[in-house]
């Protein structure tokens, strides 16, 4: 059975920020745990691409579509560049 409050029970002004502190960083990490899942999809995803960039052989002179990101690129033989950002 639920417990009632009390008409005594007072929540003063300092348990109130710190409920409300608790629910601001509780969101933060509800957002945060969706954002690591999103990028554990997108990481998934180009390994995926890597795995597929691999298989293709010198010797086959067919175009491979690849989709990275939202840019449609073709290849006719694996090339692979590894360029670090600034």
Known sequence: M??????????????????NKFAR????L????????GKRKELENL???????????????ILYPLIID????QIQKPCIWIQSLP
Do not use: R, W, Y
């Open 2 to 19: 639920a417990k009632v409050a009390k008409e005594s029970e007072v929540v003063t002004f300092e348990d109130q920020q710190k409920i």
């Open 25 to 28: 960083i509780n969101a933060k």
């Open 30 to 37: 509800q957002d945060l745990k969706g954002d690591l899942e």
């Open 47 to 61: 390994e995926d691409a890597e795995n597929e960039v691999l298989m293709i052989s010198d010797e086959d002179p």
């Open 70 to 73: 939202l840019a449609c690129v």
